[in-house]
Each structure stands twice: as structure tokens, then as C-alpha cells.
């Protein structure tokens, strides 16, 4: 996306954020009876999403994704309080909707979150590739490792992986799917010649040969170089190991605070890391907060919404999410105790953001700390007239150094019709919001950076040095040493 010189004015880039699931960042929500993210299993319930959000020009539909339930609180291995809230249980695969969207639409991105840890990269390259030939090009892909026990134990493990090992086996996993979509093609090597009846040019296919610590992968891929080859990368991790893996490998970063110092610091680091490190342009780098708007047309109106969906919301099913989060079960505590003097640095280190952006909170409790998850999770939820929205979202763009933002919901698809309805006309007045796609039936990624014809990662980025170009010997081409 093409920015100004003020950073208070870059043209956003706005995702929609869900999952396969009912309520997702907002448990129980299911129950409001303008509510139908009950309806997740239903088809024609995401191809209405994507046509909605695709006519007010979103760019993309974020779908969030997890291989377990949350079975922390009140647990061990109690799934209760999240099966019976609808905490993101049940939750469906979310790459499987996507070419049904796709066949509806023309421009919108969709990006799906897939984890490394348990999925072959042979496989999940073929699945990616797949989805980028069905959609035209229009497919991201959030590289994540996982983070819930639950999901290992169903996947052959006793229990995660450690987290910087997982960075380690994911550093070297999109290495090996670079390597397929980039390198095994040559860009022509499709050539189709019924008069010499070949369909791809043997010389222009080959095996990358990868073998390393935790793979070995001769290849190659088996699937034609598709659109983009390499879907749009996104990345969501703040860790040490997460910000040096954004730091090279994201083109986009999803970050989640309930204020712009919470975020602002981990945004700094990673374009620094980008830049001295990796000798990519760290404003190449888009990074998008999580984000749920509750609006009205009066502050009254966006006020007694709220009140209406935190009445409604579930306790229960805020506490499983926050337990599945952080691997912290809040049921230890009393329901009146003051958790910002607890002996836990991790729910500590929370508190203290929340307070600093609640300052008006006397006391954080388990209660209290619900409460602020169950409208909008782990995000910050902003509550208000579309102009006092829209001056949020600038005090973000303007302290955090953010692109853009990843919408989640209250009541789907109520919210998203209030943000194209009353936010999205504001954000266009101020010159923060495209009227139109750049690219019109472009990839994902064109439309991503505004720039006709990118379907493949921008210079600098590591996957650019894979691409085996039209008309380039083999010889002339060494797949890239990792």
C-alpha cells in the first residue's frame, strides 16, 4: 500500500478476522439473537461474508485457526467450561471454505492459518498451492507452530514441542516449501504442445534434494507453479523466536494489545530486526492489530450496545480462552483477589496492560480480566461514534506504527456491517481508506502492496531468491543453500 509522508495518514489495510467456530474473539456471543456465527458450518454463510466484505473493499478475510480445545481452565484437561460456552469449540479446518469464497468473489485475500508442527511441508505445499490455483492467487498463508497441549496429544505427541524449537523446525519448514513453489518449476516449464504432445518440459522440473534436521524432502513439488507460487506470508508471534522469524520471513505481522505501548515496542524491534539483519526494507513489513469496533451513531447507541453484548457474553468461555492464551488456569484464584500482585509475571505482565489502558479499573480481578476478553479477546475494543473509532485507529497508526487492522466481531455479521456502514465512509473522508481495489482481479499480494503485477514476494524478501525464472537454465540457477 502506497503511504504518505505522515505516518498518521497511510491508507489502511483492513482484514476481516474470524474462525470456523461460533463467537470466536467474543464466547457466548452466539446466544445474541442478531448473532449468526452459529451458522459456521453452512457454506452460504461465508460465501454471503466474503461477497459483503469484498463489495466494501476489505482485503482480506483472516481466518483464524486451532488443532485443540481449550482445556485449561478448571483443569486439567477440562474441555467443559469451552464445549459448553462455544469457546472456538467446535472449530472446522479453515482452508477447505476458501475456493467457495473465492468462486464468489473476484479481489478479497484470504488469509488461513496453518501450523507447522504437525503437517509435512510436502503436503501442506501441494494443499497451499492447490487453494492458490482455485482462487486465482488470492490465498495467504499465517505460518504459525501452535500452542495448545490439547492439540499435541491428538497429533502424537505427550505435549508441545518447545517454543523455540518450534521456531527451529519452522524455520527450516518454510526453507523446504520456498524450495517446492520457487525453485522445483521453472515459471514456463508448463508448455502444453499437443503437436509434441507434452504437457511439461522435463528439463524445466527438478528435484530440490532438501535434506536437513527434521526433513527430507527430495521433491519435487508436485503441483505447477501457481499465481503467487509463495502465498502472502503472515506471521503472529512476539516472542524472541517469533520477532527474528517475522523479522525475515512476514510480509504481514498480526499484533494483539490493548494499547498502542503495548504493541509499539515489538513493532520497532521487528522492523529493526528486518532491516540490520535480514537487509529487507522494514517498511515492507506491514503490521495489523487486532481490533473490534463496537459503533453507533451515537455514543449512547455504541454504549448500550456494548452493555447488551457483555451482558450476553460468557464469563466461563472468556476465562477457557484466556487459560488456552497464556496456559494459566484463573479458577485458582478467588473470585475477589487483586491479580496484579499475584506471584505469576506472565498474568502480572497482563494486568498491568489492561490497567494501563482501563486506568479507570480500581481492581483486576479473574472477573474483571473476563470481562475485558469477552467483547473482542485479547485485542483492544473500542466503543463509540464512528468518528471516535476512527480517532482510535489513528492514535494507533500514529503511537504503534501500524499498517492496518484485523476487525474482529461482537455479532457476526452485525459487526462487519456496522464497520462498513458507519466506520468505513469516516476513514475514506480522511484519506485512510481505499474506495477501490488497486489490482481488480488481482492476487492477494498485488492487492496487499497496491502494486500491479507483484505476485511473488518483494526483493529482499527470502523466498525472492528461490524463483526459477522463464528461460533460465537449470545450470544457471542453484536452488538457494539454506
Same mark, same amino acid.
Given at each position: 500500500?502506497?503511504?504518505?509522508?505522515?505516518?498518521?495518514?497511510?491508507?489502511?489495510?483492513?482484514?476481516?478476522?474470524?474462525?470456523?467456530?461460533?463467537?470466536?474473539?467474543?464466547?457466548?456471543?452466539?446466544?445474541?439473537?442478531?448473532?449468526?456465527?452459529?451458522?459456521?458450518?453452512?457454506?452460504?454463510?461465508?460465501?454471503?461474508?466474503?461477497?459483503?466484505?469484498?463489495?466494501?473493499?476489505?482485503?482480506?478475510?483472516?481466518?483464524?485457526?486451532?488443532?485443540?480445545?481449550?482445556?485449561?481452565?478448571?483443569?486439567?484437561?477440562?474441555?467443559?467450561?469451552?464445549?459448553?460456552?462455544?469457546?472456538?469449540?467446535?472449530?472446522?479446518?479453515?482452508?477447505?471454505?476458501?475456493?467457495?469464497?473465492?468462486?464468489?468473489?473476484?479481489?478479497?485475500?484470504?488469509?488461513?492459518?496453518?501450523?507447522?508442527?504437525?503437517?509435512?511441508?510436502?503436503?501442506?505445499?501441494?494443499?497451499?498451492?492447490?487453494?492458490?490455483?482455485?482462487?486465482?492467487?488470492?490465498?495467504?498463508?499465517?505460518?504459525?507452530?501452535?500452542?495448545?497441549?490439547?492439540?499435541?496429544?491428538?497429533?502424537?505427541?505427550?505435549?508441545?514441542?518447545?517454543?523455540?524449537?518450534?521456531?527451529?523446525?519452522?524455520?527450516?519448514?518454510?526453507?523446504?516449501?520456498?524450495?517446492?513453489?520457487?525453485?522445483?518449476?521453472?515459471?514456463?516449464?508448463?508448455?502444453?504442445?499437443?503437436?509434441?504432445?507434452?504437457?511439461?518440459?522435463?528439463?524445466?522440473?527438478?528435484?530440490?534434494?532438501?535434506?536437513?534436521?527434521?526433513?527430507?524432502?527430495?521433491?519435487?513439488?508436485?503441483?505447477?507453479?501457481?499465481?503467487?507460487?509463495?502465498?502472502?506470508?503472515?506471521?503472529?508471534?512476539?516472542?524472541?523466536?517469533?520477532?527474528?522469524?517475522?523479522?525475515?520471513?512476514?510480509? /504481514? !505481522?498480526?499484533? $494483539?494489545?490493548?494499547?498502542? @505501548?503495548?504493541? +509499539?515496542?515489538?513493532? =520497532?524491534?521487528?522492523?529493526? *530486526?528486518?532491516?540490520?539483519?535480514?537487509?529487507?526494507?522494514?517498511?515492507?513489513?506491514?503490521?495489523?492489530?487486532?481490533?473490534?469496533?463496537?459503533?453507533?451513531?451515537?455514543?449512547?447507541?455504541?454504549?448500550?450496545?456494548?452493555?447488551?453484548?457483555?451482558?450476553?457474553?460468557?464469563?466461563?468461555?472468556?476465562?477457557?480462552?484466556?487459560?488456552?492464551?497464556?496456559?494459566?488456569?484463573?479458577?485458582?484464584?478467588?473470585?475477589?483477589?487483586?491479580?496484579?500482585?499475584?506471584?505469576?509475571? /506472565? !498474568?502480572?505482565? $497482563?494486568?498491568?496492560?489492561? @490497567?494501563?489502558? +482501563?486506568?479507570?479499573? =480500581?481492581?483486576?480481578?479473574? *472477573?474483571?480480566?473476563?470481562?475485558?476478553?469477552?467483547?473482542?479477546?485479547?485485542?483492544?475494543?473500542?466503543?463509540?461514534?464512528?468518528?471516535?473509532?476512527?480517532?482510535?485507529?489513528?492514535?494507533?497508526?500514529?503511537?504503534?506504527?501500524?499498517?492496518?487492522?484485523?476487525?474482529?466481531?461482537?455479532?457476526?455479521?452485525?459487526?462487519?456491517?456496522?464497520?462498513?456502514?458507519?466506520?468505513?465512509?469516516?476513514?475514506?473522508?480522511?484519506?485512510?481508506?481505499?474506495?477501490?481495489?488497486?489490482?481488480?482481479?488481482?492476487?492477494?499480494?498485488?492487492?496487499?502492496?497496491?502494486?500491479?503485477?507483484?505476485?511473488?514476494?518483494?526483493?529482499?524478501?527470502?523466498?525472492?531468491?528461490?524463483?526459477?525464472?522463464?528461460?533460465?537454465?537449470?545450470?544457471?540457477?542453484?536452488?538457494?543453500?539454506?
Amino acid at each position: 500500500m502506497a503511504t504518505s509522508g505522515n505516518p498518521a495518514r497511510k491508507s489502511l489495510i483492513l482484514n476481516a478476522f474470524v474462525e470456523m467456530c461460533s463467537g470466536h474473539q467474543s464466547p457466548g456471543l452466539w446466544r445474541h439473537p442478531n448473532d449468526e456465527s452459529w451458522r459456521f458450518n453452512d457454506v452460504h454463510h461465508w460465501i454471503e461474508l466474503a461477497k459483503l466484505l469484498e463489495e466494501a473493499k476489505f482485503h482480506g478475510i483472516f481466518i483464524a485457526d486451532v488443532l485443540g480445545g481449550y482445556d485449561v481452565y478448571k483443569g486439567p484437561r477440562n474441555l467443559d467450561p469451552a464445549i459448553i460456552s462455544g469457546a472456538q469449540w467446535p472449530v472446522n479446518e479453515p482452508l477447505a471454505v476458501v475456493p467457495a469464497m473465492a468462486a464468489a468473489t473476484k479481489n478479497i485475500g484470504f488469509g488461513v492459518t496453518v501450523a507447522t508442527t504437525y503437517e509435512q511441508p510436502y503436503h501442506l505445499a501441494r494443499r497451499l498451492s492447490t487453494v492458490d490455483h482455485l482462487t486465482n492467487g488470492r490465498i495467504g498463508w499465517n505460518v504459525v507452530t501452535g500452542y495448545l497441549d490439547s492439540a499435541a496429544r491428538n497429533l502424537g505427541r505427550s505435549e508441545q514441542p518447545q517454543h523455540d524449537d518450534r521456531y527451529a523446525v519452522a524455520e527450516e519448514y518454510i526453507r523446504i516449501t520456498y524450495k517446492l513453489w520457487e525453485s522445483s518449476w521453472r515459471d514456463d516449464a508448463v508448455v502444453r504442445d499437443r503437436e509434441r504432445g507434452v504437457y511439461t518440459e522435463p528439463s524445466r522440473v527438478r528435484l530440490i534434494n532438501h535434506e536437513g534436521k527434521y526433513y527430507t524432502v527430495p521433491g519435487p513439488h508436485i503441483c505447477q507453479p501457481s499465481p503467487q507460487r509463495t502465498p502472502l506470508i503472515l506471521q503472529a508471534g512476539t516472542s524472541k523466536a517469533g520477532k527474528k522469524f517475522a523479522a525475515q520471513h512476514a510480509e /504481514a !505481522i498480526f499484533v $494483539a494489545g490493548h494499547s498502542p @505501548s503495548v504493541v +509499539s515496542k515489538n513493532i =520497532a524491534e521487528i522492523r529493526e *530486526l528486518a532491516k540490520t539483519e535480514f537487509g529487507r526494507d522494514p517498511r515492507s513489513l506491514k503490521f495489523l492489530a487486532l481490533f473490534c469496533p463496537v459503533l453507533g451513531r451515537t455514543e449512547e447507541e455504541a454504549q448500550d450496545k456494548f452493555a447488551d453484548y457483555c451482558n450476553i457474553g460468557s464469563i466461563e468461555g472468556a476465562l477457557a480462552l484466556f487459560g488456552g492464551w497464556t496456559g494459566i488456569d484463573l479458577n485458582q484464584y478467588s473470585d475477589d483477589q487483586e491479580l496484579r500482585h499475584v506471584e505469576s509475571n /506472565a !498474568i502480572r505482565s $497482563a494486568v498491568e496492560g489492561w @490497567s494501563k489502558a +482501563s486506568p479507570g479499573v =480500581a481492581k483486576w480481578t479473574k *472477573l474483571t480480566v473476563a470481562k475485558h476478553i469477552t467483547v473482542g479477546g485479547l485485542g483492544t475494543t473500542s466503543v463509540g461514534t464512528p468518528k471516535q473509532v476512527a480517532d482510535e485507529l489513528e492514535r494507533w497508526v500514529a503511537e504503534a506504527d501500524v499498517d492496518g487492522f484485523n476487525f474482529a466481531y461482537a455479532i457476526n455479521p452485525g459487526s462487519f456491517v456496522d464497520i462498513i456502514e458507519l466506520l468505513l465512509p469516516e476513514l475514506r473522508q480522511r484519506g485512510l481508506f481505499w474506495n477501490d481495489y488497486a489490482v481488480v482481479r488481482g492476487t492477494y499480494r498485488e492487492n496487499f502492496y497496491g502494486k500491479k503485477g507483484q505476485s511473488g514476494p518483494l526483493e529482499g524478501h527470502p523466498a525472492a531468491k528461490y524463483r526459477w525464472k522463464a528461460g533460465v537454465d537449470a545450470a544457471d540457477h542453484k536452488i538457494p543453500t539454506d
